[in-house]
């Protein structure tokens, strides 16, 4: 175990974080430190065919070792972490035989994860935990699965004696900001189904995910001296705010679960003469998620009726897909990791990912691709953290997986 936890906390102090701001591709540079560490690790540990392209997509091939044909699998975990918060200067602390209580991350600035208010906490009592300090995120998003992937092809290898087909792995660039696949070459790849590794909690298995749209509202107001400003004054903030509350109050992110969809703001910047609102747009089903971008649209062009201007300009772009149409016809891939999940007392949590990965695009670029979980909990934030053992448990579906793809294909 020692040695996967090295190999994890080698990845997640290279800072990688992705750029939401940055057209270029990859969105920050320093992401190809890490993919240049993957490039090396995995010629050490006796991977054939690694490569890094222009892209900085690592990929690599584990060959197969029995003489009758398999399907080839893939594996695939994004090497950047979240824009949402701090990566510079990660230093992650270790929590053995957790014991179920508060853990002090920071008391210098009295921060603290606490089980009274993230109860998945208790899940992991008596179990080695990693945190943060307090200041950074963690970034087990998703080198979690960077880690857990490595370790089973390194097992692999070392252990020839376990049957499997080829094996493809691949880590992105770009996750967090939507971009992930975009320049992913399935063909290159060639993998007839892939997993990524990029859930949270022990024993979840995802295929479906929200239908996703980015939306950017442009808000033009008019200056002027704030002492003679009746009748000639336009506060953009003011009227951005009578947009915010136009939409439906009870569909955000906190007061939603399960299936229900949302409208996320998440980024908000004005003065009086303009204000600009960055909103995610999310929903599982097509219909409502076409509808809500009709109702985002149809805000904007209230108030701008009222208004008898375009004071309110709004732009919406989708980013990816439910995978579930992709998904269903070929379940067998589901059934796969389902069963190597059970083969190890992991009971499978199957449900809709809250969200998105890299495998919703590849699944409708001809790449199904389930979620497979990582071990992390509350991503993107100073509260995140990771069982030691998850990683292990991870490690272990991977493996099962070849294993039982090898078995099935030869009956």
Not at 184 to 189: C, P, S, T, Y
Request: net charge negative.
């Amino acid at each position: 175990m020692q040695k996967i936890i090295d190999r994890f906390v080698k990845y997640v102090t290279v800072d990688t974080q992705s750029d939401p701001n940055n057209p270029a591709f990859p969105s920050t540079d320093k992401q190809w430190d890490l993919a240049r560490i993957l490039v090396d690790e995995l010629k050490e540990i006796g991977m054939d065919d690694v490569t890094l392209d222009e892209n900085c997509y690592v990929m690599a091939t584990l060959p197969s070792n029995v003489d009758y044909e398999v399907p080839t699998i893939g594996f695939i975990a994004h090497i950047d972490t979240s824009p949402d918060f701090t990566a510079v200067n990660v230093k992650p602390q270790f929590h053995p035989n957790y014991d179920g209580k508060d853990i002090v991350l920071n008391e210098a600035e009295n921060i603290v994860l606490s089980p009274s208010y993230f109860e998945d906490l208790l899940l992991y009592k008596g179990q080695t935990l990693i945190t943060t300090n307090g200041t950074t995120l963690l970034g087990a998003d998703d080198k979690a699965g960077i880690t857990e992937i490595v370790s089973a092809m390194e097992y692999l290898i070392q252990n020839p004696e376990i049957k499997h087909g080829k094996i493809r792995i691949c880590f992105t660039p770009d996750e967090e900001v939507g971009k992930g696949a975009h320049m992913f070459d399935v063909d290159k790849f060639g993998a007839d189904w892939a997993y990524t590794m990029d859930g949270s909690q022990v024993g979840e298995l995802e295929y479906e995910n929200f239908n996703a749209a980015g939306a950017k509202v442009v808000v033009q107001g008019k200056i002027v001296h704030p002492g003679y400003a009746k009748g000639k004054m336009i506060n953009s903030m003011l009227i951005a705010n009578e947009f915010i509350s136009s939409l439906p109050q009870n569909e955000i992110p906190q007061e939603t679960e399960g299936y229900e969809g949302f409208y996320h703001l998440y980024s908000l910047k004005g003065e009086v003469e303009k204000t600009e609102l960055q909103y995610i747009i999310r929903d599982h089903d097509m219909a409502l998620f076409e509808k809500r971008k009709k109702v985002f649209q149809a805000a904007a062009d209230a108030i701008n009726k009222k208004w008898g201007a375009t004071l309110v300009q709004v732009e919406i772009n989708d980013q990816y897909y439910n995978m579930r149409e992709k998904i269903e016809p070929v379940m067998h891939i589901v059934d796969i990791a389902e069963e190597a999940m059970k083969q190890l007392s992991i009971k499978p949590i199957i449900k809709a990912i809250r969200g998105g990965t890299d495998g919703s695009q590849l699944s409708y670029k001809g790449l199904p691709c389930p979620n497979i979980f990582a071990g992390g909990h509350n991503f993107h934030g100073r509260y995140e953290y990771i069982a030691a053992e998850s990683i292990q448990l991870a490690t272990s579906v991977i493996i099962n997986i070849a294993k039982i793809t090898a078995e099935r294909a030869k009956k």
